[in-house]
């Protein structure tokens, strides 16, 4: 009787070895699926199709299910999908896959989104007169509403801006611009038509193409001031102050003049160019890599009279 039950026992430990060998074993050669995919092609353009494609997955079992959802709120089925999104970013795409026997996985990865070389993000010729005022908001902080209209210059240009601000005060406006991640090659290139006279004391004016905040140099890339004190005209960098690059404004009583300014952002430097003509280029402070909002802001001040300065054919676009 003893021994019988001893044979019981010993039998119910061989069952228990066998069945904690089978786990691991069964752990060790059916693992559960595994979620991963590629994405084709290698560089994906706003409003461009994509192919989410989910074949490099594994599991034990066929995988019975393909679930994407991606951060703009698509959700799509299926192992390989087709899709596209609508402007540019850096979004995430996470792939849920199921096997027969209910087991699932995950996997997220980062995908960022470029705008073709060509892509024009801002075009102001203010050729919609006084409403187009709303669309640059006027910087409270300097001046009053007062000191900027929009006036018709005949010629070439028709409607500009027009900023006379008082004795010592700036008048400046300034709008909000998103920009796309910049591809490797690629720069967002910002220009505007700037016309003024010389003939005024301590007239300053500004062409400040992105800061990230409007009274801030902070996160700011380089900008272009003009002071007639001494005919500087300034790039400066958020880190310095820059020097007189050497562009004054020919002196001429009652005679305007029209110079286009324009920056040329890469990644990680810039390029200044006035009238087509290259100025003066240097590393950026930090790498402008990523889409950020961004601020335009355009102004002019004059310390000891009444100065003005006419802004026209502002201009961002994404280019080689
Ligand atoms: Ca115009």
Not at 132 to 138: G, I, N, Y
Not at 183 to 189: D, H, N
Request: aromatic fraction near 12%.
């Amino acid at each position: 009787m003893a021994r019988h039950r001893l044979n019981r026992i010993g039998r119910w430990l061989a069952l228990g070895a066998f069945l904690a060998i089978c786990l691991v074993g069964c752990e060790f050669f059916q693992p559960g699926p595994q979620a991963d995919f590629t994405v084709n092609p290698t560089i994906i353009y706003a409003n461009e199709t994509f192919t989410l494609d989910a074949s490099t997955s594994v599991g034990s079992g066929s995988l019975v299910s393909y679930r994407w959802q991606l951060s703009d709120g698509q959700t799509l089925a299926g192992q390989q999908v087709n899709t596209s999104l609508a402007f540019p970013g850096t979004y995430s795409i996470e792939l849920v896959v199921e096997d027969a026997n209910g087991e699932t996985d995950r996997y997220a990865q980062p995908l960022v989104v470029y705008a073709r070389s060509g892509t024009v993000l801002l075009e102001e010729d203010f050729s919609d007169a006084d409403a187009s005022l709303a669309r640059w908001v006027l910087d409270p902080t300097w001046a009053s509403a007062n000191d900027a209209q929009i006036d018709f210059i005949h010629g070439s240009s028709g409607n500009a801006l027009y900023i006379r601000s008082a004795a010592s005060r700036w008048h400046r406006r300034y709008r909000a611009i998103e920009l796309p991640p910049l591809r490797v090659g690629q720069e967002a290139v910002f220009s505007c038509r700037i016309m003024t006279l010389r003939n005024q004391d301590f007239h300053t004016f500004l062409f400040a193409p992105a800061r990230a905040e409007i009274d801030s140099l902070v996160g700011a890339l380089p900008y272009y001031l003009f002071t007639n004190v001494k005919d500087g005209s300034y790039i400066q960098v958020p880190s310095s102050l820059g020097t007189d690059v050497g562009h004054p404004i020919g002196y001429e009583p009652e005679v305007y003049r029209w110079h286009t300014y324009t920056f040329r952002f890469g990644r990680d430097s810039y390029e200044f160019l006035i009238d087509d003509d290259p100025w003066m280029d240097g590393p950026l402070d930090a790498p402008f890599d990523d889409s950020s909002q961004w601020v335009i802001l355009i102004g002019e001040e004059s310390l000891t009279e009444t100065c003005n300065a006419y802004y026209d054919d502002l201009r961002v676009s994404i280019e080689e």
